[in-house]
């Protein structure tokens, strides 16, 4: 089963920003849709962004113009550049890919997730 590790999180001042990274555990032959959710407390979880195969992207109307999803396919690695971020952005962020793994077998996985605080 491909894990996933996301990293980069921490505390920023409102109007700065962060790289979050999402590392696969090895390589992911194909996959169908990746996708970064966040979920702060009292709240349920939401979709932030996300690209499908065919490399469209999609992002929540709350942080468009400010983050931009993107991949690294050398290094299966996801990343979620946020700028300009806002105190209501804090929350933790999790990636989620759909996809087929490295012996084409399909996978489903989540990553445990890494905490944005932004705070002055």
């Known amino acids: 089963q491909v894990q996933l590790v996301e990293s980069g999180g921490g505390l920023v001042r409102p109007g700065g920003s962060l790289r979050l990274s999402c590392a696969a555990s090895e390589r992911i032959f194909s996959f169908d849709a990746i996708r970064w959710y966040r979920q702060a407390p009292g709240k349920q979880r939401e979709l932030v962004a996300g690209?499908?195969?065919?490399?469209?992207?999609n992002y929540a109307d709350f942080v468009k113009g400010r983050f931009t999803i993107s991949r690294d396919n050398a290094k299966n690695t996801v990343y979620l550049q946020m700028n300009s971020l806002k105190p209501e952005d804090t929350a933790v962020y999790y990636c989620y890919v759909n996809g087929r793994d490295s012996r084409n077998s399909p996978f489903q996985s989540w990553g445990r997730g890494t905490q944005v605080t932004v705070s002055s």
């Open positions: 690209i499908i195969s065919g490399g469209s992207t």
